[in-house]
């Protein structure tokens, strides 16, 4: 559970920026929409693959 807590005198717009904050650090919002939407496994395959190769592509663009 996501929670903020407000010191003192703090306005509610700036402890509502941080909970904000904290709620999309946390993956919450991604994990959902990962959970409700099914996915082929040969599709999620073909995303590995191109993640690896984009991975890839960036190692060997930093090391020229």
């Known amino acids: 559970m996501i929670g903020v807590t407000i010191q003192g005198n703090e306005n509610i717009d700036r402890?509502?920026?941080r909970f904000k904050?904290?709620?999309?650090?946390?993956?919450?919002?991604?994990?959902y929409k990962k959970?409700?939407?099914f996915t082929k496994p040969s599709?999620?395959?073909?995303?590995a693959r191109i993640k690896a190769a984009r991975r890839q592509q960036k190692i060997s663009q930093d090391q020229d």
Do not use: C, H, N, Q
């Open 21 to 31: 904050k904290k709620y999309e650090r946390s993956g919450v919002l991604r994990e």
């Open 43 to 47: 599709i999620e395959k073909r995303m």
């Open 15 to 17: 402890a509502l920026k």
């Open 35 to 37: 959970r409700t939407a």
